[in-house]
Nanobody
Framework: QVQLVESGGGLVQPGGSLRLSCAAS????????MGWYRQAPGKQRELVAG???????NYADSVKGRFTISRDNAKNTMYLQMNSLKPEDTAVYYC???????????WGQGTQVTVSS
């Protein structure tokens, strides 16, 4: 079983930046896609940014131009750079790794991001 550990969340003022990290406990094989999701109180979990095994990325319309997803395969780590943060970005952020042919679906424990003045 692979464990995903997120870090980098916290309290930031509007307009500020944070960088989230998602470290896997070991190298993961046969990845279909990786992504960052978030869930705000009273709302459903939503995909924020995704990256396929081939490196193609996609973003929710609400974060396009502000967030960037990336990965470092050598470190078994995925990142989410968040710039120009807004109060509506406040949520618990989760990282996710999906295997090919639905072979696995790993989730991190979540990290809180709060954007407030």
């Amino acid at each position: 079983q692979v464990q995903l550990v997120e870090s980098g969340g916290g309290l930031v003022q509007p307009g500020g930046s944070l960088r989230l990290s998602c470290a896997a406990s070991r190298r993961i094989f046969n990845i279909h896609a990786m992504g960052w999701y978030r869930q705000a109180p009273g709302k459903q979990r939503e995909l924020v940014a995704g990256i396929t095994n081939s490196g193609n990325t996609n973003y929710a319309d609400s974060v396009k131009g502000r967030f960037t997803i990336s990965r470092d395969n050598a470190k078994n780590t995925m990142y989410l750079q968040m710039n120009s943060l807004k109060p509506e970005d406040t949520a618990v952020y989760y990282c996710n790794v999906q295997g090919r042919l639905n072979s696995y679906d790993y989730w991190g424990q979540g990290t809180q991001v709060t954007v407030s003045s």
